[in-house]
């Protein structure tokens, strides 16, 4: 595989224990292994990370931005998802 053929991965770095994952970069590589040292190299150059995922590209499916009304608004319709839809008993205290 030519080196301009290489898949992209998307990288994601956790910085402390913890926290979450957070989406930092791409970057193309031949194959995971490699993708996860040139994350290494590349994103965690001052030793701010405690764990690296890298994920190909074309395995994540995202919704579109315009389609957010079709996508989200449905669950409007159920109240039961929302806190105030329930009573809260006198003997629960608030936290």
Do not use: C, Q
């Amino acid at each position: 595989m030519a080196r301009n053929e290489w898949p992209l991965f998307e990288v994601f770095i956790r910085p402390k224990n913890g926290l979450s994952h957070k989406h930092v970069g791409s970057l193309h590589a031949a194959d995971p292994r490699m993708a996860l040292e040139n994350a290494r190299d590349v994103y965690t150059r001052r030793g701010e990370g405690v764990s690296i995922w890298v994920v190909p590209a074309a395995a994540i499916a995202a919704s579109e931005p315009g389609d957010k009304e079709s996508f989200f608004e449905p669950a409007d319709d159920k109240v039961y998802r929302h806190p105030t839809f329930y009573d809260i008993p006198d003997d629960v205290k608030n936290i």
